[in-house]
């Protein structure tokens, strides 16, 4: 195991208004999770993006950027 960035990089870009247009944000972590049956889905950065969108002001999007993750998975890569 080697080194990992820990941190959530976080840019918000606001409206004339000052309402949030948008977040943009990265990880440094692999969306990798499926379902059992080798099925898709939006993993933690739907679950994340939905959350951001819930808490801004209507219409605001949350747009995830991958993070320098080379080896950096949820799990262990042979229990996915």
Same mark, same amino acid.
């Given at each position: ?5 820990? =941190?959530?990089?976080?840019l918000?870009?606001?409206? +004339?208004?000052?309402?949030t247009?948008? &977040? &943009?944000?990265?990880? +440094? ?8 049956? @080798?099925?898709?889905? +939006?993993?933690y950065?739907?679950?994340?993006s ?9 219409? +605001?999007?949350?747009?995830?950027? =991958? @993070?320098?993750g @080379? ?10």
């Amino acid at each position: 195991m080697g080194p990992i960035d820990p =941190q959530v990089g976080i840019l918000r870009l606001d409206k +004339a208004d000052g309402k949030t247009l948008a &977040v &943009v944000y990265n990880f +440094a972590c692999h969306p990798i999770m499926g379902l059992p049956g @080798g099925g898709n889905t +939006a993993d933690y950065v739907g679950y994340a993006s939905k959350t951001i969108e819930n808490n801004l002001s209507d219409g +605001a999007l949350a747009l995830f950027i =991958q @993070g320098c993750g @080379g080896d950096i998975n949820p799990l262990r890569y042979k229990d996915v």
